[in-house]
């Protein structure tokens, strides 16, 4: 055969070979359901915006249960106590940039706000709030979620390295956050238009009095000093401080019904329909964050808003009858009291829902609704 011949055969079988591998390959069904196969789905980024004494401790809990979530509770807090001095407006910026890393599991940025450069997990004050650095990789010493207690984790995994932790985040599909340390949506927008984020925002209100009411025994001198800070803070009251937030809340809710980056990504949610309607409220939030919820999760939430006990264990610390939490301020609160918030939170009240109490019997006649029920913003 001459060689030219003997070429045009060889490259005509090594085609033809390689046409029916094609078919016949295409054609047999795989049976590997390893993720190393499967293409991974791109994060989902949740920021739960609120402010101080508003339940978002609980909401972020509701979080941190799912085994699809990495939580972390109030990551702007180390940049706050580095800065004490300076304004919440200027603090947003920091904040803001830290919340982008962390949201990609860049931990390095927060070591400069935390002590002695952060080498450990237990360098970040609340770490313990968050069960997935509680568990393997971040810390050898498995935890389960049942009978999950903040003292042991700490003992146990506070000497762990803070690397672990960007570690950890990656092995999940959702990354939460909760913060009260953003007062102004605004800054937020340039993550919107960031193509590695997936960001969505679940806005989390309170009726003003009941914030008011726990606040009176709540000590926030660093955080009120700082909200404060622009306004002149040489006088701090509660009032004052109530009316910077609910103003805050407002204009957090303007944003985002201007932001067209905001469309479809933005949530608003009250503690009083966490605390009326629970399962039925967390599976509303799950469906905006693309979570499932679960019957251990569900069963949980209900335990935790239908009873009165302590306890000293539990991710929550205590469980409470939700619906009568919603009305204690109604019966401890001077009247006068109620006045001022009411007139500085008026704006708030009426976007969010809530009615005034016109009287000191008004107030205290927990027969008389003072939250509408019926709200939505949608």
Request: one cysteine or more; hydrophobic letters at 40%; proline letters at 5%.
């Amino acid at each position: 055969m001459p060689p030219r011949v003997k070429v045009v055969y060889l490259l005509f079988m090594f085609f033809t070979i390689l046409v029916l591998s094609q078919f016949f390959f295409s054609k047999t069904p795989s049976f590997s359901s390893s993720p190393s196969h499967t293409p991974k789905r791109n994060p989902v980024h949740l920021l739960v915006v609120s402010s101080w004494r508003s339940g978002s401790s609980f909401i972020g809990q509701i979080f941190n249960h799912h085994s699809d979530v990495f939580y972390l509770f109030e990551p702007g807090h180390p940049i706050w106590m580095k800065f004490q001095n300076e304004s919440s407006e200027l603090l947003h910026y920091p904040v803001r940039d830290l919340l982008r890393s962390l949201f990609t599991c860049d931990v390095s940025p927060l070591q400069q706000y935390l002590p002695k450069g952060g080498e450990h997990i237990g360098d970040l004050k609340f770490f313990a709030e968050t069960r997935a650095l509680c568990t393997p990789p971040a810390c050898s010493t498995f935890i389960p979620s049942e009978g999950y207690d903040r003292l042991s984790c700490y003992h146990r995994c506070s000497k762990k390295s803070l690397k672990l932790m960007a570690e950890t985040c990656k092995m999940y599909s959702h990354v939460v956050m909760k913060t009260v340390r953003i007062l102004d949506l605004s800054v937020l927008l340039p993550l919107f238009r960031d193509p590695a984020l997936d960001l969505r925002i679940l806005h989390l209100v309170r009726d003003p009095r009941a914030v008011a009411f726990s606040r009176k025994y709540f000590i926030l001198k660093i955080e009120d000093h700082i909200v404060l800070k622009k306004e002149g803070n040489e006088n701090i009251t509660i009032n004052r401080v109530m009316e910077k937030i609910c103003r805050s809340q407002v204009h957090i809710n303007n944003v985002a019904k201007a932001a067209q980056a905001l469309q479809g990504r933005y949530m608003a949610i009250r503690y009083e329909d966490l605390a009326y309607k629970p399962l039925q409220s967390i599976n509303k939030i799950f469906s905006f964050a693309s979570l499932r919820s679960t019957e251990d999760l569900e069963q949980w939430a209900y335990n935790i808003t239908h009873q009165e006990k302590e306890g000293k264990n539990g991710v929550m610390t205590f469980s409470r009858e939700s619906s009568k939490v919603v009305q204690r301020w109604r019966t401890t609160l001077d009247f006068d009291f109620v006045e001022e918030i009411q007139k500085s939170c008026k704006e708030a009240m009426e976007l969010f829902g809530y009615f005034p109490a016109k009287s000191k019997t008004e107030k205290e006649d927990v027969t008389l609704e003072l939250v509408n029920k019926e709200w939505s913003l949608e």
